[in-house]
């Protein structure tokens, strides 16, 4: 008798730490899909097109804070050098908080309660909010590098070969920008000429119809 007690409770203790386990895992596996207010307004090619364009630019975001660290203390360069490398300080500081309350946002929206990690970069790869402005921020790393420090002299002399990949870090992230934007552009034009056709359809069904009831 004590022993089938015994099974019992044994068996109605797992059932609760299955349970327990089901309640905390739940939120995570909700996270993998994208809002319907947030997915609705694309095209869905499109929204794959950016996710993708976002990973690509983090990755090279990525780069961009290790070339940066290897710069070190910008005390000996001049004084123009020191600004457009102070911009790009402040660019790095303006993605980082950006990256943060996009994630904390979207775990809120996800009932997530966690500190944010960079595991959970993933989290904003197929957010518009974030994509927008992130885009924008890198747009601007890129031209500082490619119209400032690119035939800045002082800082050639000072990194050589430091200067060379910033800017084919510069082009690379240019070249995700123009793709994103002309795939954008391109399957906008698709989705506007599905809308006529579908229209014009519905408005050969109506008129059949009320030719048939005549």
Same mark, same amino acid.
């Given at each position: 008798?004590?022993?089938?007690?015994?099974?019992?409770?044994? %068996?109605?203790?797992?059932?609760?730490?299955?349970?327990?386990?089901?309640?905390?895992?739940?939120?995570?596996?909700?996270?993998?899909?994208?809002?319907?207010? %947030?997915?609705?307004?694309?095209?869905?090619?499109?929204?794959?097109?950016?996710?993708?364009?976002?990973?690509?630019?983090?990755?090279?975001?990525?780069?961009?804070?290790?070339?940066?660290?290897?710069?070190?203390?910008?005390?000996?360069?001049? *004084?123009?050098?020191?600004?457009?490398?102070?911009?790009?300080?402040?660019?790095?500081?303006?993605?980082?908080?950006?990256?943060?309350?996009?994630?904390?946002?979207?775990?809120?929206?996800? *009932?997530?309660?966690?500190?944010?990690?960079?595991?959970?970069?993933?989290?904003i790869h197929h957010d518009e909010k974030f994509a927008i402005t992130f885009?924008?921020?890198?747009?601007?790393?890129?031209?500082?590098?490619?119209?400032?420090?690119?035939?800045?002299?002082?800082?050639?002399?000072?990194?050589?070969?430091?200067?060379?990949?910033?800017?084919?870090?510069? *082009?690379?992230?240019?070249?995700?920008?123009?793709?994103?934007? !002309?795939?954008?552009?391109?399957?906008?034009?698709?989705?506007? !000429?599905? *809308?006529?056709?579908?229209?014009?359809?519905?408005c050969q069904k109506t008129t059949n119809k009320t030719t048939l009831q005549?």
């Amino acid at each position: 008798m004590g022993g089938a007690c015994s099974g019992t409770k044994s %068996q109605a203790k797992q059932k609760l730490q299955q349970q327990e386990l089901n309640i905390v895992d739940q939120p995570y596996l909700k996270v993998q899909s994208i809002p319907q207010s %947030q997915s609705s307004s694309r095209p869905p090619e499109q929204r794959s097109e950016s996710g993708e364009s976002v990973k690509d630019l983090l990755i090279l975001y990525k780069k961009f804070t290790d070339f940066l660290g290897l710069v070190g203390s910008l005390d000996h360069l001049p *004084q123009h050098t020191r600004d457009q490398l102070n911009n790009c300080i402040i660019q790095r500081s303006n993605i980082n908080i950006l990256i943060q309350n996009s994630i904390k946002r979207i775990m809120r929206e996800q *009932q997530i309660i966690k500190r944010v990690e960079e595991s959970d970069y993933y989290l904003i790869h197929h957010d518009e909010k974030f994509a927008i402005t992130f885009t924008q921020i890198m747009q601007k790393i890129s031209t500082i590098i490619l119209t400032e420090l690119k035939d800045d002299q002082d800082f050639q002399e000072a990194f050589p070969m430091l200067i060379v990949s910033f800017v084919d870090l510069a *082009q690379q992230i240019t070249n995700v920008l123009e793709n994103c934007q !002309n795939f954008k552009t391109l399957s906008s034009k698709k989705f506007r !000429n599905k *809308q006529p056709i579908t229209q014009e359809s519905n408005c050969q069904k109506t008129t059949n119809k009320t030719t048939l009831q005549q």
